[in-house]
């Protein structure tokens, strides 16, 4: 746990974004957060908070404990615990956006007894509290962070509870069938046979409904995080106007003259809900500029730790050795074949194509005339979710942990059923059990350790 952490301590922070904005934030949980209000606010009438055990909102000034100074107007929510995010007594002081403003109301609060609050540990307090889960805890980051509607609809049903139901579900299951095998062992007298068709079957039952979860994991791992593209080819070839087509803005200089790009050029556009980073790099050749060759070089190390690269060629043009020796760079990669400039005709034939075409996809566009933009975009998202899923359905895991924890939790079962095949002893199959229900435990907190729990938490935000 963090240093120094404490659950009896009231905490304070600033909620909102630093800048300048037309409200800002200033959240206190903890014991005394009702009487820290009472010290700093008083009511447009002049009067302290009388407030104990209701929730109200109420305007007024607050005032700088140490001189009396007023710092601000302010509305003040009063949400006292177990009703609140943290289900301790909880205050939020809206005063006005600004770095002054809320920072003066902070130092206020922390000056009559706050404490600043660590990263995060609003929500740490409603995961110990019993108000969240540690699935629905790591939501609430993904909320903050989704990038597009899909990944914001899929970390709101994690919020709500959809993962951890499930996972209590199956846990709870195990947890029985554990309990049936240990019991056997500990009382053989007092406990009938213990029925292996049946143990095998509900294990046999688990597994599917871990797989069934798992599916689309590679979805919800990009929907979370993002997917990076990198559109290489030789110069010349409408790399740069590709990026543009692809973002429907003016991002990159297109120009009729090779060597234009000379450095990465990048950008995030949402594909059918997936955030992807786009990246255009310089033209792929041979150099003497030594400028244009560390843009090269740039363009090299892109390639190589994207997720996915598209190879634009110009299909008006044979094909020549700078193009077979940027799709030899490509070869073993996740890659699409680009025919761009179809608008000019295409004087590549089919054979040409499908020399290259093996290990990769090929989509026919004109980046220009904005043809086949929309099979392009169909492509990218195939390749970057595996095409496992529909545009529009949302997974419900898609959090690494989440999907080592669960594959650790089949693998132990599917161990148990062998062990059962096998006929080894029931305690060496409620080992392997028992790993299958600890492992589920950690996605929801109650096994996880504490080192798991801060390393989670340390992701958030000072005031969330």
């Known amino acids: 746990m963090i240093d120094n952490m404490s659950m009896d301590d009231t905490i304070a922070a600033i909620s909102t974004p630093v800048g300048e904005g037309g409200i800002g934030i200033v959240r206190i949980s903890g014991p005394r957060a009702i009487p820290i209000a009472r010290e700093v606010f008083r009511t447009a009438q002049g009067k302290r908070l009388n407030v104990a055990g209701k929730r109200r909102v109420l305007y007024g000034i607050v005032m700088d404990p140490a001189t009396g100074e007023q710092v601000d107007e302010a509305l003040v929510t009063i949400m006292p615990g177990p009703a609140s995010y943290t289900r301790e007594d909880v205050v939020e002081i809206s005063c006005h956006g600004g770095l002054v403003p809320v920072r003066r109301v902070l130092e206020a ?58 996972v209590r579900e199956l846990r709870r299951e195990l947890v029985e069938l554990l309990a049936g095998i240990e019991g056997r062992l500990d009382f053989p007298e007092d406990i009938d046979e213990l029925d292996i068709p049946a143990s095998i079957e509900r294990c046999r039952k688990a597994v599917a409904r871990i797989e069934d979860i798992l599916k689309g994991a590679r979805h919800g791992r990009v929907m979370r995080e993002g997917a990076m593209v990198a559109i ?73 730790s994207a997720d996915l690269v598209l190879v634009v060629v110009d299909s008006s043009q044979q094909l020549d050795t700078q193009d077979e020796q940027v799709i030899d760079q490509v070869a073993g990669r996740p890659a699409i074949l680009v025919l761009n400039k179809i608008d000019l005709g295409c004087r590549l034939s089919e054979d040409v194509v499908g020399r290259f075409l093996r290990p990769v996809a090929a989509v026919r566009v004109s980046a220009k005339a904005g043809l086949g933009m929309e099979d392009l975009r ?87």
């Open 378 to 464: 169909d492509a990218i998202y195939r390749s970057v979710t595996g095409g496992h899923v529909e545009a529009g359905a949302d997974p419900i895991v898609g959090n690494l942990r989440h999907v080592v924890a669960l594959e650790a939790a089949r693998d132990s079962l599917l161990s148990a059923i062998e062990a059962f095949h096998r006929g080894l002893p029931s305690d060496i199959v409620a080992i392997d059990v028992r790993e299958s229900v600890e492992r589920l435990g950690e996605i929801t907190g109650e096994t996880a350790s504490e080192a798991v729990i801060d390393s989670i938490f340390e992701q958030f935000c000072v005031g969330k």
């Open 109 to 166: 609060v922390l000056h009559c007894g706050a404490r600043l609050a660590g990263p995060g540990e609003f929500t740490r307090r409603a995961f110990l509290n019993g108000r969240i889960d540690l699935a629905q805890a790591e939501a609430v980051i993904d909320i903050i962070r989704a990038r597009t509607e899909a990944a914001m609809r899929r970390a709101s049903r994690q919020l709500s509870g959809l993962l951890s139901s499930e």
């Open 232 to 304: 290489v080819g030789k110069t010349n070839v409408g790399k740069s106007s590709l990026l543009n087509a692809l973002l429907r803005h003016e991002r990159a200089i297109v120009a009729d003259n090779p060597g234009t790009t000379r450095d990465t050029v990048e950008d995030m556009v949402d594909i059918r809900g997936i955030p992807v980073r786009l990246v255009d790099t310089a033209g792929l050749r041979e150099v003497d500029d030594a400028v244009e060759r560390m843009g090269i070089q740039r363009a090299l190390a892109a390639m190589q």
